[in-house]
């Protein structure tokens, strides 16, 4: 009998008996070679009496530890397989083909073979793939994947993660997330992706990385700093900027970073940043209590082509800013002729507060940005700007000859 799809969830250990693994072991077993569609396993952590004190464990998994296994049979028929588990570790067929496979998900599993069984599925039994989705993965420090049918890829909180190796034809758009994070050993990344058109970037950059053929302009590229904890686990630096410089043209670059707590720091990184040719810039600044006009301008001053140029800051509940003799306002670049903004037409700010930071930033670019047609001014909650401010948007607005747009939630 061959069926569509079929989902299985098991969130308690005594809605199946003794052993859950078990349980959906057999289940699979017995629905491998009838599911013609999408076939789903979820187990909880609650079903396999996962305690706090086994996610370390799960982290980094001892080969020689005995572990609750489940022996993922083949779906020769399925579309799509779906398996979420939480300190299972999962053993993947690497003898039979997933002849009609487009998607593969894999969450909170753990592999004690460092990834050999999961590179093989992928590269060798799967050759319609489509779609790869690896979520929070213990024990997978190498990871290869040859697929030329390959269109997406997402890797997400490996974190010990040591070599991974990506030669894809036809991949799109690719994911890496918190991956190579806390390995302790040597790192190395080789890309072979002509076709890329977006990368988004979150994590510790690879000690090497090597490439064969990459595309000569994406899409989108988003590059964005590690978070704090992550961030100390590393050794204090991601050194996400090696990143940018893989790509020579970006249609639109988005780059998440905090201003640095030290004038120096932030020196630093804006000169170790060298930022391809792009057309559109999006910028994340995450909650700091410094200014950041300066740090913008500054990249700014390595962007001559930029056409439109997008903000945010995003800031916790009870923002204190930075005192007026502060260090980072001695980054004076705010009348530096130096700065070229002759390209750029649009300014979009958004979770606009109307701070004297971000008023002094929206009033030096429609003073200085000659060909500015357009400004863009999301307001956020609570956010309460004065009519003086009005006034001076209309003035600038008047003498620059552009228009200026208001929107609140």
């Not at 993922?72 to 999962?90: H, N, Q, W, Y």
């Not at 978070?227 to 990143?243: K, V």
């Not at 600044?285 to 950041?292: D, E, G, P, Q």
């Not at 997008?310 to 980054?331: A, D």
């Amino acid at each position: 009998m061959v069926m569509g799809d079929l989902f299985v969830s098991v969130y308690h250990r005594d809605s199946v008996g003794d052993d859950p693994v078990s349980f959906v072991a057999t289940l699979a077993n017995l629905a491998a070679q009838r599911i013609s569609g999408r076939f789903g396993l979820y187990l909880s952590p609650a079903a396999v009496d996962l305690y706090p004190k086994e996610l370390l464990k799960n982290l980094y998994p001892d080969p020689e530890e005995e572990a609750v296994t489940l022996q993922l049979p083949c779906f020769p028929r399925a579309t799509e397989l779906s398996i979420t588990f939480m300190g299972v570790d999962l053993r993947m067929p690497t003898t039979e083909t997933f002849a009609k496979l487009t998607k593969l998900f894999i969450s909170g599993v753990r592999f004690t073979d460092g990834g050999e069984e999961i590179s093989q599925v992928v590269s060798l039994c799967c050759p319609c793939i489509e779609t790869l989705e690896l979520h929070s993965i213990s024990g997978l420090r190498m990871l290869t994947v040859l697929a030329r049918s390959l269109v997406s890829m997402v890797l997400s909180r490996i974190l010990v993660l040591e070599q991974l190796l990506v030669a894809a034809g036809n991949l799109r758009h690719m994911l890496v997330d918190r991956c190579f994070v806390l390995s302790n050993t040597r790192t190395v990344m080789f890309l072979s992706v002509p076709a890329l058109e977006q990368l988004l970037w979150q994590d510790r950059c690879p000690e090497v990385i090597q490439h064969w053929m990459l595309p000569s302009c994406l899409r989108r590229l988003v590059v964005a700093e590690l978070e704090l904890n992550y961030l100390f686990a590393a050794g204090g630096r991601s050194n996400f900027a090696r990143i940018l410089q893989l790509f020579k043209c970006v249609d639109t670059l988005r780059l998440e970073f905090p201003n640095a707590q030290d004038r120096t720091d932030q020196e630093n990184l804006i000169e170790n940043v060298n930022l391809p040719c792009h057309s559109e810039l999006e910028f994340m600044l995450n909650h700091t209590r410094h200014t950041f006009g300066p740090t913008i301008l500054n990249l700014l001053r390595k962007c001559s082509c930029v056409k439109k140029v997008t903000l945010q800051c995003s800031r916790e509940v009870g923002y204190i800013p930075c005192p007026s003799n502060c260090n980072c306002r001695q980054l004076s670049v705010w009348t530096d002729n130096a700065i070229n903004l002759d390209s750029l037409e649009w300014l979009a700010m958004f979770e606009f507060r109307a701070t004297q930071d971000e008023r002094s930033f929206i009033y030096y670019i429609m003073r200085n940005a000659k060909h500015l047609r357009k400004v863009s001014i999301l307001f956020s909650l609570g956010a309460n700007p004065t009519r003086r401010f009005f006034r001076k948007l209309c003035k600038l607005s008047t003498s620059s000859g552009c228009t200026v747009e208001c929107y609140s939630h």
